[in-house]
């Protein structure tokens, strides 16, 4: 099983921006679809961002337009660039490996990355 290492959350302002990596312990980016999911507090772990094996991205509607997904596959390493962060962005955000088709994940969790946006 592959093991996802998510970094680069923190305590931001309302508007700022935080850019999130998730490293994976093999070369794997090239062979999965990745994406980014968020749990807040008392909800349900959720769809962020998704990118596949050739580059396609696409976004939940709470994002599009603040975040984007990236990726570096010899780096072994997604990145989720989020912009104008909002206080709803509070959560803790997690990569995943996704489906083909839509946006379900599968395999292993890492320990995600807590982004608390709070003025």
């Known amino acids: 099983q592959v093991e996802f290492v998510e970094s680069g959350g923190g305590l931001v302002q309302p508007g700022g921006s935080l850019r999130l990596s998730c490293a994976a312990s093999?070369?794997?980016?090239?062979?999965?679809?990745m994406g980014w999911y968020r749990q807040a507090p008392g909800k349900q772990r959720e769809f962020v961002a998704k990118?596949?094996?050739?580059?396609?991205?696409n976004y939940a509607d709470s994002v599009k337009g603040r975040f984007t997904i990236s990726k570096d596959n010899a780096k072994n390493a997604v990145f989720l660039q989020m912009n104008n962060l909002k206080p709803e962005d509070t959560a803790v955000y997690y990569c995943?490996?996704?489906?083909?088709?839509?946006?379900?994940?599968?395999?292993?969790w890492g320990q995600g990355t807590q982004v608390t946006v709070s003025s």
């Open positions: 995943s490996k996704v489906s083909s088709i839509g946006t379900i994940p599968f395999g292993s």
């Open positions: 093999g070369s794997i980016f090239s062979i999965y679809h």
């Open positions: 990118i596949t094996t050739t580059g396609y991205t």
